[in-house]
């Protein structure tokens, strides 16, 4: 009974005591939640509040009223955030209608004015990303684009190929005009100055131009600085000018279709049996097995080794079940353009593709379509720049160990170079061949008749492609200069020969052996004495 009734004292003790638990306990979550600004915070009520139940009710108001104000900021940063987003998304999509595929860049011809604004703005962007204004970061030493120097009458050339000098006058007429515009526009500039009214100045001439440099970023564009003298000694004025290059346009979109295109490879011999031998390996390979669309002319000068040469033909044709070929036997003096040209126009059938080819010629599958791609009717032929040779002996040491052909045919500085002044190999239609008038048939033996058909097609309305081809490849043979040769056809020969034999560092270490040879033989004394 007793503890009946003193749990019924307690009782009313210890609810009040969970009520004050409680409302501690919700006074110190709500100031836990509560966001504080840095100018106020929010205090406790204070003991002369008229009573705790209305301070609680005015803290719980103003807390309700930061949280909505909280709310509010929050919604219109979002909605801020969502407008940005917005506008940048107009912004990119303006950019897209503008240039919609870098190949199908469209100009709203309908709006000129915007038109060109829009090309404008093209063309400045493209100064923004070329290295005009700072550096960029580079990977390696080899990433670096160079300059290349020019003064009003030379060009000063890092890639020189073979054709080429480091110092020479512009022989092209695009670079020719080229360096002249920018020139006349620097001077031009220098003369008419912004933001001087009619102050007087000095009258510049391209006589005051020193010299300048230029490079291209073939995605950007050419950036050239010219120095022109000052007015007084040790004063110079530099003119910064550059040549955007355009968006990329299509300009024709369509299907190629090869499969009845026949190539008629011709090929003018005089003995050399063992060499054709080599080339009809070649042949069968890549153009009967692989590639199957091919016609073989052989137009053969006199009589000795001619069996030969006709039996390997024949024994091709049965083992391979080939039957496109034709042999031509003529009995005069060996004249390469007369035996292209009667192979040429020997042919009776439809229009056809020549490949005028050398019997020390190694050709690919690829090599074949590339002829077909870059010909045209009454429009294009083909140029191709081949990947000569050097002399195995010289590149690999000894003949012991020479490796096998097909692993001799690397692409690499120090086994061959492109023979960018040869002119020998070529595809073109037999109708463009046949209207631009053949070979000059006057020219005998070696060398110059190539160089003759190259510049009719030159002078020509033909589109001319010359590139160099990884799948054409001279391979090395020794050459013979005959006395025959008027002086000029001898000089061409001889140096074909040098540049056939090795690169420059190789021919170096033959020219320097003996040195070589007596280092080492000093070190190994030496090294006998320690």
């Given at each position: 009974m007793?503890?009946?009734?003193?749990?019924?004292?307690?009782?009313?003790?210890?609810?009040?005591?969970?009520?004050?638990?409680c409302?501690?306990?919700?006074?110190?979550?709500?100031?836990?939640?509560?966001?504080?600004?840095?100018?106020?915070?929010?205090?406790?009520?204070?003991v002369?509040?008229?009573t705790?139940?209305?301070?609680?009710?005015?803290?719980?108001?103003?807390r309700?009223?930061?949280?909505?104000?909280?709310?509010?900021s929050?919604k219109?940063q979002?909605?801020?955030?969502?407008?940005?987003?917005?506008?940048?998304?107009?912004?990119?999509?303006?950019?897209?209608?503008?240039?919609?595929?870098?190949?199908?860049?469209?100009?709203?011809?309908?709006?000129?004015?915007?038109?060109?604004?829009?090309?404008?703005?093209?063309?400045?962007?493209?100064?923004?990303k070329?290295?005009?204004?700072?550096?960029v970061?580079?990977?390696?030493?080899?990433?670096?684009?160079?300059?290349?120097?020019?003064?009003?009458?030379?060009?000063?050339?890092?890639?020189?190929?073979?054709?080429?000098?480091?110092?020479?006058?512009?022989?092209?007429?695009?670079?020719?005009?080229e360096?002249?515009?920018?020139?006349?526009?620097?001077?031009?500039?220098?003369?008419?100055?912004?933001?001087?009214?009619?102050?007087?100045?000095?009258?510049?001439t391209?006589?005051?131009?020193?010299?300048?440099?230029?490079?291209?970023?073939?995605?950007?564009?050419?950036?050239?600085?010219l120095?022109?003298?000052?007015?007084?000694?040790?004063?110079?004025?530099?003119?910064?000018l550059f040549?955007?290059?355009?968006?990329?346009?299509?300009?024709?979109?369509?299907?190629?279709?090869?499969?009845?295109?026949?190539?008629?490879?011709?090929?003018?011999?005089a003995?050399?049996?063992?060499?054709?031998?080599?080339?009809m390996?070649?042949?069968?390979e890549?153009?009967?097995?692989?590639?199957?669309?091919?016609?073989?002319?052989?137009v053969?000068?006199?009589?000795?080794?001619?069996?030969?040469?006709?039996?390997?033909?024949?024994?091709?044709?049965?083992?391979a079940?080939?039957?496109?070929?034709?042999?031509?036997?003529?009995?005069?003096?060996?004249?390469r353009?007369k035996?292209?040209?009667?192979?040429?126009?020997?042919?009776?059938?439809?229009?056809?593709?020549?490949?005028?080819?050398?019997?020390?010629?190694y050709?690919?599958?690829?090599?074949?379509?590339?002829?077909?791609?870059?010909?045209?009717?009454?429009?294009?032929?083909?140029?191709?720049?081949?990947?000569?040779?050097?002399?195995?002996?010289i590149?690999?040491?000894?003949?012991?160990s020479?490796?096998?052909l097909?692993?001799?045919?690397?692409?690499?500085?120090?086994?061959?170079?492109?023979?960018?002044?040869?002119?020998?190999?070529?595809?073109?239609?037999?109708?463009?061949?046949?209207?631009?008038?053949?070979?000059?048939?006057?020219i005998?033996?070696?060398?110059?008749?190539?160089?003759?058909?190259?510049?009719?097609?030159?002078?020509?309305?033909?589109?001319?492609?010359?590139?160099?081809?990884?799948?054409?490849?001279?391979?090395?043979?020794?050459?013979?200069?005959?006395?025959?040769?008027t002086?000029?056809?001898?000089?061409?020969?001889?140096?074909?020969?040098?540049?056939?034999?090795?690169?420059?560092?190789?021919?170096?270490?033959?020219?320097?052996?003996?040195?070589?040879?007596?280092?080492l033989?000093?070190q190994?004394?030496?090294?006998?004495?320690?």
């Open positions: 007793m503890l009946r009734r003193g749990f019924i004292l307690f009782l009313p003790r210890l609810v009040g005591l969970l009520v004050v638990a409302c501690l306990v919700s006074i110190v979550y709500m100031l836990a939640c509560t966001p504080k600004s840095d100018s106020q915070q929010l205090a406790l009520p204070r002369q509040s008229p705790a139940k209305e301070g609680y009710e005015a803290i719980l108001q103003e309700e009223e930061q949280h909505r104000n909280y709310i509010i929050l219109k979002i909605a801020q955030l969502k407008a940005e987003l917005q506008g940048r998304s107009e912004q990119l999509k303006n950019v897209q209608d503008q240039y919609p595929d870098p190949l199908d860049i469209q100009l709203d011809h309908s709006n000129p004015e915007k038109a060109q604004a829009n090309l404008l703005a093209f063309l400045r962007s493209q100064i923004d070329a290295e005009v204004h700072s550096g970061k580079l990977s390696t030493e080899y990433a670096a684009v160079p300059f290349e120097s020019f003064t009003l009458q030379k060009v000063y050339q890092l890639e020189t190929g073979l054709t080429r000098h480091p110092e020479e006058k512009p022989v092209r007429k695009d670079k020719r005009d360096l002249i515009e920018v020139i006349e526009l620097a001077v031009g500039s220098l003369n008419n100055p912004e933001g001087e009214g009619n102050a007087k100045h000095r009258v510049y391209a006589s005051d131009f020193v010299e300048g440099i230029y490079r291209t970023e073939k995605d950007k564009g050419t950036l050239y600085e120095t022109f003298r000052g007015d007084a000694n040790h004063q110079f004025k530099k003119i910064v040549r955007p290059f355009g968006p990329v346009m299509k300009v024709k979109n369509e299907n190629v279709n090869m499969a009845d295109t026949l190539i008629n490879v011709i090929v003018p011999l003995k050399r049996a063992s060499k054709f031998r080599q080339f390996q070649n042949f069968r890549m153009g009967i097995q692989q590639d199957g669309r091919i016609h073989l002319t052989v053969y000068f006199g009589k000795e080794q001619m069996n030969e040469v006709k039996s390997i033909l024949e024994n091709t044709s049965k083992s079940n080939f039957k496109n070929f034709t042999f031509i036997q003529l009995n005069e003096e060996f004249s353009g035996g292209l040209d009667v192979g040429a126009r020997f042919w009776k059938g439809n229009n056809v593709v020549l490949f005028f080819c050398d019997v020390d010629i050709f690919t599958a690829e090599f074949l379509n590339s002829c077909r791609l870059n010909t045209q009717p009454g429009k294009k032929v083909f140029y191709p720049v081949l990947f000569s040779q050097y002399n195995p002996t590149i690999y040491g000894h003949h012991d020479i490796p096998p097909e692993q001799q045919l690397i692409i690499k500085k120090e086994t061959g170079f492109w023979r960018d002044f040869g002119f020998g190999m070529t595809c073109q239609y037999r109708s463009d061949f046949i209207n631009i008038g053949g070979f000059d048939l006057d005998k033996g070696w060398g110059g008749e190539d160089v003759h058909l190259y510049r009719k097609y030159l002078h020509s309305n033909l589109i001319v492609i010359r590139t160099p081809v990884r799948g054409l490849i001279h391979l090395w043979h020794e050459k013979q200069c005959l006395d025959e040769l002086p000029e056809q001898y000089k061409m020969c001889m140096q074909s020969k040098a540049m056939n034999e090795a690169s420059h560092g190789q021919l170096g270490m033959l020219v320097f052996k003996q040195e070589i040879e007596t280092h033989h000093r190994k004394l030496s090294s006998k004495k320690t």
